[in-house]
């Protein structure tokens, strides 16, 4: 089945610093890949809607200056969280459609961890 | 603007017992429903969709458009299933869009 990795699956900075997390569709090609983010017993939001070779289209209330969405391949989405702050810590989670399935299903990746000291 | 209620966020039942998670929607369109799961220390996973029409784990889900709801049931629980369960509304287009509910977390006691 399809499979979707995202690395790291952890990570603590400090504040101030700023991080990137890697989102990747293993065995087929997503032209479209979301970013969610989970605060702890909550659901996902979602940030932002990532096309290959364009611009993300990011949601209200989404800084894309801060969180900045880059899909430069049919494989590969990053996320990087510029000038992190201890608000920014949360659960990071990306996930992928297979477009070519001819399905809008969503495949979803691990998730990452991010703490900002 | 599309909106997704499951007014439970807490669900504990016996093992055996029928379980039902509801899930109402808000939306202008024709929607597309969908049923996610995350097990404990597992990523989010494709439990069912209402096109599908289909069982999955021995669980359903019917589409009521006049009351709007997609609620999630099962006749009889087993403690595997204990998860957290969301509902999701996929629309948009060409701009499409998954927004989720709040997720029940239900526990199935032995």
């Known amino acids: 089945g399809a499979v979707v990795s995202q690395h790291p699956s952890w990570v603590i900075c400090k504040s101030g610093t700023s991080v990137k997390i890697e989102c990747r569709s293993l065995?087929?090609?997503?032209?479209?890949m979301f970013w969610y983010r989970q605060f702890p017993k909550q659901s996902l939001m979602l940030m932002a809607t990532?096309?290959?070779?364009?611009?993300?289209?990011?949601e209200q209330g989404v800084e894309k200056d801060k969180f900045l969405i880059n899909h430069a391949s049919l494989t590969l989405s990053t996320l990087t969280v510029t000038s992190a702050h201890p608000e920014d810590s949360s659960f990071y989670i990306c996930?992928?459609?297979?477009?070519?399935?001819?399905?809008?299903?969503?495949?979803f990746g691990p998730g990452t961890r991010l703490t900002v000291t | 603007a599309q909106r997704v209620t499951q007014p439970e966020k807490l669900l504990s039942v016996f093992k055996g017992a029928p379980v039902e998670l509801k899930c109402n929607y808000s939306?202008?369109?024709?929607?597309?429903l969908f049923w996610y799961v995350q097990y404990s220390r597992q990523r989010l996973q494709l439990l069912l969709r209402?096109?599908s029409r289909e069982s999955i784990k021995g669980f359903t889900a019917d589409l009521n458009k006049g009351e709007t709801s997609f609620h999630l049931k099962k006749p009889f629980a087993q403690e595997e299933d204990s998860a957290m369960y969301y509902c999701?509304?996929?629309?948009?287009?060409?701009?499409?869009?998954?927004?989720f509910g709040k997720g029940t977390l239900l526990t199935v006691n032995p």
């Open positions: 996930s992928a459609r297979d477009m070519a399935s001819g399905r809008y299903e969503q495949y």
């Open positions: 065995d087929f090609q997503a032209t479209t």
């Open positions: 939306y202008s369109g024709s929607p597309e």
């Open positions: 209402h096109i």
């Open positions: 999701a509304l996929g629309s948009g287009g060409s701009n499409y869009k998954l927004t």
């Open positions: 990532s096309n290959e070779g364009s611009k993300a289209t990011y």
